[in-house]
Every structure is written in C-alpha cells, then in structure tokens.
Nanobody, 115 residues
Framework: VQLVESGGGLVQAGGSLRLSCAAS????????MGWYRQAPGKQRELVAS???????DYADSVKGRFTISRDNAKNTVYLQMNSLKPEDTAVYYC??????????WGQGTQVTVSS
C-alpha cells in the first residue's frame, strides 16, 4: 500500500491550498479515505473523511472551509482548504481505512499558514 500526498506549502491567512493523495496497492473504491493533521506538541486529529459512497464528515474546526472529495477512477482523494488560518498549520496525513478496519498512512505534507 502506498499513499502519496502532495499540495502542501506556505500560504497566508485567508488563502487556499488543495491537498492530493494518490493511492496504490489497494482497492481504492471500497476504502474510507481521510485526512488527519498533527501540529507540534499536539495529538493527531481527524480533519475530514469520505466513505466509498461519497458521504463526508468534518471536524468542527474546519466545517464550511474545507472540502474532501475523491476520484475513484484516479485512486485519489483531495482536500480543498479555503480561508486558512494560522491554527491550521500542521503536517497533514492521508489515511486509508479498509473494510476490515486496518489503517494505512501517507508520509505527510506540511501546511504552514502565516498570519
């Protein structure tokens, strides 16, 4: 299983970024895909998830600003992040949860929001 994130970077507060996670080695369309983040000194937290049928869920802190989507034909999940805030600064990780409950992780991509 390989999950490769891209799209992180440095952005000013109020700006936007789009993260991508390309998956290989899994039957992508049956997996629940998620984005987590971990800020320095904090625990990793779930940001957004999307089921195989396209139902999505978000952390309260990002509702209305972030949108998760998936393209099963490309084995890719996206996270569109708008109205970014300095508190969104973290390493963002792609997660794949299989039908049997096992988890796989990407290597992470840094998102830094300057004030």
């Amino acid at each position: 299983v390989q999950l490769v994130e891209s799209g992180g970077g440095l952005v000013q507060a109020g700006g936007s970024l789009r993260l991508s996670c390309a998956a290989s080695g899994i039957f992508f369309r049956v997996y629940v895909m998620g984005w987590y983040r971990q800020a320095p000194g904090k625990q990793r937290e779930l940001v957004a998830s999307i089921t195989s049928s396209g139902s999505s869920d978000y952390a309260d802190s990002v509702k209305g600003r972030f949108t998760i989507s998936r393209d099963n034909a490309k084995n890719t999940v996206y996270l569109q992040m708008n109205s970014l805030k300095p508190e969104d600064t973290a390493v963002y990780y792609c997660n794949a949860k299989g039908p049997r409950g096992g988890h796989d992780w990407g290597q992470g991509t840094q998102v830094t929001v300057s004030s």
